[in-house]
């Protein structure tokens, strides 16, 4: 498995910019899915955006146009671009890895950033 720190979260207005990282330890980060979730209070953890090994990227439909998630695979990083951010995005990010072996697949999660945005 692997260990993921998440950065980048913070307070910003409606309309504004934020990017957040997602550094991960370990040799075989090229290999691994990566996921970003977010968690708004009183609500269950939701898919945001997917990045395969390959580098195809998938979103949810209320992100699509505003997000981006990318991967840097020599720094072991996968980022999420947010532009025209909402009240709504306003959300606990957690970053995902996943690997498959032997038919077994493992996920990670990291800790978590906040993000707020004001209206």
């Known amino acids: 498995q692997v260990h993921l720190v998440e950065s980048g979260g913070g307070l910003v207005q409606a309309g504004g910019s934020l990017r957040l990282s997602c550094a991960a330890s370990?040799?075989?980060?090229?290999?691994?899915?990566m996921a970003w979730y977010r968690q708004a209070p009183g609500k269950q953890r939701e898919l945001v955006a997917t990045?395969?090994?390959?580098?195809?990227?998938n979103y949810v439909d209320s992100v699509r146009g505003r997000f981006t998630i990318s991967r840097d695979n020599a720094k072991n990083t996968v980022y999420l671009q947010m532009n025209s951010l909402k009240p709504e995005d306003t959300a606990v990010y957690y970053c995902?890895?996943?690997?498959?072996?032997?038919?077994?697949?493992?996920?990670?999660w990291g800790q978590g950033t906040q993000v707020t945005v004001s209206s």
């Open positions: 990045i395969t090994s390959g580098g195809t990227a």
């Open positions: 370990g040799r075989t980060f090229s290999s691994y899915a």
């Open positions: 995902k890895g996943r690997s498959t072996q032997f038919g077994t697949t493992y996920d990670s």
